[in-house]
């Protein structure tokens, strides 16, 4: 399986995950088309708003999620979400699934 398909995987599972636990969650990725005048194709560029790629909303709480397969470049996404300001009730997570583990390890970004 290619890392493409993995992280699309595992970022269903983490939005069926949520899910469970009465969050309303949606994917947070823009996709922008670049245009290579030189080739005469366009390129899609995909981009995490918020830098995260899940956004999960319930009523006492709203979610900014990073999904990750393995402990590879946390550290990358714990820079970028300490940059991120949020409101008081709103939580940036890391979920970190390691493979053949039926529940992910959650790194909260204070």
């Known amino acids: 399986m290619n890392n493409v398909a993995k992280g ?3 970022k269903y599972k983490t939005k069926k995950w949520l899910e469970s636990q009465d969050f309303v969650v949606e994917y947070s990725e823009m996709i922008r088309y670049f245009f290579d005048r030189k080739k005469g194709v366009r390129i899609p ?6 830098h995260s790629d899940i956004i999960a909303v319930r009523k006492d709480l ?5 999904v990750k397969v393995n402990r590879k470049n946390i550290n990358h ?8 300001l949020l409101p ?5 997570w890391i ?3 390691i493979p053949r583990k039926k529940e992910p390890e959650i790194i909260k970004i204070l």
């Open 8 to 10: 699309n995987r595992y």
């Open 62 to 66: 709203i979610l900014f999620v990073q």
């Open 77 to 84: 996404s714990k820079a970028l979400f300490n940059k991120l």
């Open 88 to 92: 008081e009730n709103c939580e940036k």
């Open 95 to 97: 979920v970190v699934w």
């Open 45 to 50: 560029i995909k981009k995490d708003l918020f």
